[in-house]
C-alpha cells in the first residue's frame, strides 16, 4: 500500500524557517504529481505548492518567494522549504501525490495524503 508520510513541523519564531519533507513508500510506480496543502483551524484546506512532472510548480500567492518546493525523485521525496514564516502561516501541512500528471488546485488534489504535520510560527 501506499503512504506518505511528513515530517519537519514545529514551533518557530515570525521571521524564521522550517523545512517539511514528505517521505513516499509503496508505490508501484514513481509519482508524476506532488504538492503541499495546509489547513488551519476553522478554515479551508488550500493548496501552498504544486509540482508537476517535469519541473512546473505552482504557489499559492500568500507563499511566493518565501516557499520552495522540491523533489527527490531517486528517493521518492518532497520537500517544502519555508522562509521568513509569518503566524498567517500556522496550519496542519499536508503532502499529497499522485501516479499521473494533474494539475492540482484548492479544490483538486492527487489520490494520496500524507497525515500532516503542524507548523506554528508565533508572533
Known amino acids: 500500500q501506499v503512504q506518505l508520510v511528513e515530517s519537519g513541523g514545529g514551533l518557530v519564531q515570525a521571521g524564521g524557517s522550517l523545512r517539511l519533507s514528505c517521505a513516499a513508500s509503496?508505490?508501484?510506480?514513481?509519482?508524476?504529481?506532488w504538492g503541499w496543502y495546509r489547513q488551519a483551524p476553522g478554515k479551508q484546506r488550500e493548496l501552498v505548492a504544486g509540482?508537476?512532472?517535469?519541473?512546473?510548480?505552482n504557489y499559492a500567492d500568500s507563499v511566493k518567494g518565501r516557499f520552495t518546493v522540491s523533489r527527490d525523485n531517486a528517493k521518492n521525496t518532497v520537500s517544502l522549504q519555508m522562509n521568513s514564516l509569518k503566524p498567517e502561516d500556522t496550519a496542519v501541512y499536508y503532502c499529497?501525490?499522485?501516479?499521473?500528471?494533474?494539475?492540482?488546485?484548492?479544490?483538486?488534489?492527487?489520490?494520496?495524503w500524507g497525515q500532516g504535520t503542524q507548523v506554528t510560527v508565533s508572533s
Open positions: 509503496g508505490s508501484i510506480r514513481s509519482f508524476n504529481t
Open positions: 499529497n501525490a499522485d501516479h499521473f500528471s494533474r494539475v492540482l488546485t484548492t479544490t483538486r488534489w492527487g489520490n494520496y
Open positions: 509540482l508537476g512532472n517535469g519541473g512546473f510548480t
